[in-house]
């Protein structure tokens, strides 16, 4: 299979969908890799890199999406690319459909069969090619929000850790799933005094038996959250219901009651946030204050470790890349029931229900499809 890879055109993105050891996977497997020129720089991968693996490097995206079978990407195709591709083709992506009616009809227009990768899923029930996203959003949450706590940032000036002598800072997590684990650990890890929040009562047993008294957990009330912010340094909103808009945790009154400078992490902010004060801001300007509280919300925290997280993407998004392009994606998908539940488009048809029923649109089931 000859497998694509442009340079990502949205702003401030700076992940490529292919590494340079993916692509010699795929290549030691006899497929044809086509890289546009350029296309891992933001990650820190040359051309050589990709030469040395014995992948192709292209001057244009037009060349990459004309030549490949399968065009493997990082974010949904934006309208330029969507313009580009065509009847049979593949695309393996992060899509997000449902709020997104344009790229929607484009994609069904172009004829392509696209395979999104936030609807991927495992045997545990959980989201693969989303988690290794958490997981570096996780981690990061606790690096700039004490980054955030330092004085000439606005905030408390206080050290994670502290010191001999001298507490360490005080770090609240409500939502204990993958961010919210992630960022625990980190935190911990800085030496700071850390709570976990979460309404799971089996997330919290599992917590309590894989880190013991490395960081607290309670059970999440607005009783509990109101009594903990209070003495807060640090507060990262980690939650998540699916399909859902974050519930608002912390309500502006209840800035009052915070310690001047104390920061809010909002990482659920690509799902409107759960801090009422919260609104998205981006890598150029993080940070805001709202009554003497600094608010840091970036919706796509991973794009400022574009390195870590193309390398952690593509560990996730490998195997199934590779399966796509030795069986071909109708063979892979019935082979594979979770990489079928990543299929939202088909020759002009939708295939994906939660889609359909966000936009309206007739949808026509995966395994019709893979039969047909
Ligand atoms: N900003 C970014 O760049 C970025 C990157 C990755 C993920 N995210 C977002 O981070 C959020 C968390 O993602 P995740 O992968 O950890 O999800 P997850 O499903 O693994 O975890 C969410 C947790 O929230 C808990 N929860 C739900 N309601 C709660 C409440 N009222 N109080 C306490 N806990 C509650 C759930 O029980 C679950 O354990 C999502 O909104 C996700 O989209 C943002």
Not at 267 to 275: K, T
Request: proline letters at 5%; aromatic letters at 6%; one cysteine or more.
């Amino acid at each position: 299979m000859k497998i694509g890879c442009p340079k990502e055109i949205k702003p401030q993105e700076f992940r490529v969908g292919m590494t340079p050891n993916a692509a010699q996977e795929a290549i030691a497997r006899g497929h044809e890799v086509i890289i546009e020129t350029g296309a891992g720089q933001g990650s820190g991968f040359d051309n050589t890199d990709y030469i040395a693996a014995g992948a192709t490097i292209v001057d244009t995206a037009a060349e990459v999406f004309a030549t490949a079978d399968m065009i493997v990407k990082v974010k949904e195709p934006q309208a330029a690319e969507r313009k580009m591709l065509r009847e049979g083709q593949l695309l393996f992506t992060y899509l997000h459909l449902a709020p997104d009616p344009d790229q929607t009809h484009d994609l069904l227009a172009s004829g392509c069969t696209a395979i999104a990768y936030e609807t991927v899923t495992d045997s545990s029930g959980g989201l693969p090619l989303l988690a290794p996203m958490s997981e570096v959003a996780g981690r990061l949450a606790p690096q700039v929000g004490s980054w955030t706590l330092q004085k000439a940032n606005g905030g408390r000036g206080v050290l994670m850790g502290g010191v001999p002598g001298v507490g360490p800072a005080k770090v609240v997590v409500i939502g204990g799933g993958v961010v919210g684990t992630h960022a625990a650990q980190i935190a911990a890890g800085m030496g700071a005094d850390v709570t976990v929040l979460d309404r799971s009562l089996p997330r919290l047993r599992y917590l309590d038996d894989v880190f013991g008294n490395r960081f607290k957990n309670q059970y999440s009330t607005a009783g509990a959250t109101a009594e903990l912010i209070q003495t807060a340094d640090m507060v990262i909103g980690a939650v998540l219901i699916p399909g859902a808009a974050a519930p608002k945790l912390v309500t502006r009154e209840q800035l009052s009651t915070i310690k001047p400078g104390a920061v809010l992490v909002d990482v659920a902010i690509d799902q409107g946030g759960c801090f009422e004060t919260s609104k998205a801001t981006t890598h150029a300007e993080p940070i805001y204050e709202v009554d003497g509280i600094m608010h840091y919300c970036v919706a796509n925290m991973p794009g400022a470790v574009a390195r870590t997280s193309t390398i952690a993407l593509g560990n996730a998004t490998m195997p199934f890349m590779l399966a796509l392009a030795d069986k071909g994606w109708k063979q892979a998908c019935q082979d594979d029931p979770h990489l079928l539940a990543g299929l939202n488009v088909h020759a002009g048809q939708l295939t994906y229900y939660a889609v359909g029923k966000a936009l309206g649109i007739d949808v026509v089931s995966p395994n019709v499809v893979i039969k047909s």
